[in-house]
């Protein structure tokens, strides 16, 4: 088995987050797949966004579920002049063999998420990823071509027994656990399962030993990833 090498964010340390160029950049990088998220504009379009406010992203001082796709397309991200991207225009810059995790921040985007990786044909190149359960649940009743995932930073044993449950029971493929918790035991659990095993390295030092242990590295810095799993 060999990780995906997964660019958290659209390269954020070379690129904008949540960016087309973000996305070009992890390509050349040599990423295998690029993570974005994804919430609702105020009139049910989705767009390119971690946070509920746009205040970090654009210094614009509102909510993204209270402006209008026409508003936010105004703005632009910091330190760019690209404006916020759609997850239309995100799907459409996938070039060679590069695919995407979808974080779906708003389980109310569910279905326009859904809908639009239908529309574009890429349900085979996209992984879709909610923490909630309802949310995985959607992906994976009506798109099971799709990978569905869910994702949680239980740390605690009780915690990720019913984080594994719930996986399952949402009709799951996959998890996206706490790097802190990627070890045999709860990878083995996992798998028994029938889930495949993501994890998020904050750090610039990563773990061979945990990176063997996984289906995927969601990392910042995709092409050290690269380097140190191919050796």
């Not at 026409?70 to 760019?80: C, D, K, Y």
């Not at 759609?86 to 779906?104: F, H, P, S, Y």
């Not at 990786?117 to 992984?127: I, K, M, S, T």
């Not at 239980?154 to 493929?173: E, N």
Request: proline fraction near 4%; aromatic fraction near 4%; charge should be positive.
């Amino acid at each position: 088995m060999t990780a995906l090498v997964i660019a958290h964010r659209t390269c954020p340390r070379d690129a904008a987050e949540n960016s087309i160029a973000g996305i070009r950049h992890a390509a050349r990088a040599g990423a295998d797949a690029v993570e974005i998220d994804v919430r609702l504009t105020a009139d049910g379009q989705p767009v390119l966004m971690h946070d509920p406010s746009l205040w970090r992203t654009t210094r614009r001082a509102r909510r993204l579920d209270r402006t209008s796709l026409a508003e936010v397309r105004r703005l632009r991200l910091r330190g760019s002049d690209e404006t916020v991207p759609t997850l239309a225009e995100a799907l459409a810059a996938l070039d060679g063999d590069l695919r995407m995790a979808i974080d779906v921040k708003d389980p109310a985007a569910a279905d326009a998420v859904l809908s639009e990786v239908r529309n574009q044909e890429a349900g085979r190149r996209v992984l879709f990823w909610a923490k909630r359960a309802a949310a995985v649940a959607l992906a994976a009743h009506r798109e099971p071509e799709i990978e569905a995932s869910l994702l949680r930073d239980a740390t605690r044993p009780a915690d990720l027994r019913q984080f594994l449950d719930d996986a399952v029971g949402a009709g799951a493929r996959g998890i996206s656990a706490h790097w802190s918790v990627i070890a045999p035991a709860f990878v083995a659990d996992a798998r028994g399962r029938g889930l495949r095993v993501y994890a998020w390295c904050r750090t610039r030092d990563i773990s061979s030993a945990k990176v063997a242990m996984l289906d995927g590295l969601v990392t910042d810095w995709p092409s050290v990833a690269v380097t140190m799993r191919d050796r």
